[in-house]
């Protein structure tokens, strides 16, 4: 047995002796994904689906700038950027640098 196989069945296991009893009597069909996964098919590097670790020395402000400090004009958005990963921190960074290179405060809100 592939130790994919095995780690799906210690899962299974896992989640029948807590919150789910009898799982693995009603699965028909099994699906996962691994970093290995991530990094072939959506080029993540090291297959890290929310990019760098949110460990404090890596959040909020530690996490790359929008702004790079080097080269004017490289700006910076994705989850690896400030603020952080998620959909939500995702499109908070392309505000953040909409922000830097208009000088105009981006409204919050679901308003049009
Ligand atoms: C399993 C899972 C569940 C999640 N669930 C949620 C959720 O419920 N809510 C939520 O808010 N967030 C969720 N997230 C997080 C969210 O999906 C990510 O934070 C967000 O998609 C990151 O957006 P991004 O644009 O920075 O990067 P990505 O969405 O990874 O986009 C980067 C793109 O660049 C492409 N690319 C990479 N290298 C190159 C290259 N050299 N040339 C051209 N293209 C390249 C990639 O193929 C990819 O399409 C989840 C993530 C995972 C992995």
Redesign the pocket.
Known sequence: MCIRDRLRDRIVSALEETILPELSSVIEEVFW?TPED?AKD???MHGA???IEPRLTQSAWFRFHNRDKALENLYF????THPG??????VSSAKVVEELLTGVEVASGSGG
């Open positions: 994904m991530f959506y080029r993540s689906g929310f990019s958005v994705g989850a690896g990963a998620g959909l939500p921190g995702v």
